[in-house]
């Protein structure tokens, strides 16, 4: 991840330069000299040109399978005469995740594939050829339990309480799945059917930093949505038209939560607000359904937020 035009504590992080840009590094260097450079897939290109000894890949099934191996796997490129060249590390790939819960982050089970098929090679190996040929593949599954003796005493209890089941079995028990149960679209895919908002880099005079801009959002023009209403969902569409374009530039929806009494319309508006509440525009369109009631009831708990002109199309 690289920060630029203001430079980080010397102390903990390494200078790092690019023709046509100022920009850090972030990295943390130990006693002995051993060092980790952070690197970020928000912008995949920013990290070419890098040389590491090993890579380690926290939370794996959120990351691009694409990003690890046509940037960060290449360039795991180190001098394999370095005085520490036999050390565990160098060279290494390390990932560690929860289950995924896109079919896409499933990519990182294929070292489970490749570890069961190391462990059938080798089981046909004499103890000789073995010695010979060290394992270089290990799938490790766990759970919260495993580190049950160093957790606070009330670690599970809390998150049964907070977490809803499938949350829980995923992040806490580690158990896999496939389709969500409650999933309208049987195929659906979040790299096909999702859209992902985008970003323009520009240099801020104020801060001297380069911040991320969204490219769809436009803070000049007037917000137009439309509401879908059911018992189960409530959705809210946020687009705007900039010239022959019209943009889908936000989706917020609403569920019944255990614990939540308000209504979901209101909940919706609410969200819209917390999002929207600072857009100079003060105006918005809103498409409604056949529930028209629905639709003044978000126009008028949007009113009485922070909104001063709502037009029921």
Known sequence: MYVVGQQ????????????????????????????????????????????????????????????????????????KLAPFAKHHLHLCFYDFTSAPWTVEGGW???????????????????????????????????????????????????LEDTLDALTLDIEVWNKRFTQRPDGFYYAFNTSKHCYYKAYRYEHDDKTGLTLHQSNDYREDRKLEVSLDFNAAICWLVICQEIGREFRQIDSIFKKPTIGIQTNLV???????????????????????????GQSLRVHRKVISLSWISLQII
Not at 112 to 139: C, G, H, I, N, Q
Not at 270 to 278: M, N, Q, V, W
Not at 280 to 285: L, Q, R
Request: aromatic fraction near 10%.
């Open 8 to 79: 980080p504590p010397e102390h903990w992080v390494k200078p790092y330069s690019a023709p046509g840009k100022k920009a850090w590094q972030y990295c943390m260097t130990f006693i002995n000299g051993y060092c980790i450079q952070l690197a970020s897939q928000d912008r995949p290109d920013s990290q070419r040109g890098i040389n590491s000894d090993g890579v380690f890949v926290d939370e794996s099934a959120t990351m691009s399978e694409d990003f690890l191996n046509k940037i960060i796997l290449p360039a795991k490129r180190a001098n």
């Open 108 to 158: 990182m089970l294929k070292t489970e594939d490749k570890w069961k098929a190391e462990l059938e090679l080798r089981a046909r190996m004499t103890d000789a050829e073995k010695l010979a040929v060290p394992p270089s593949t290990l799938f490790l599954e766990s759970t919260w339990e495993d580190n049950r003796e160093v957790l606070p005493d009330n670690y599970y209890k809390d």
């Open 266 to 292: 209101i909940q919706l508006a609410e969200a819209f607000d917390l999002t929207y509440g600072k857009h100079p525009t003060k105006e918005v369109d809103v498409w409604g359904t056949r529930q028209v």
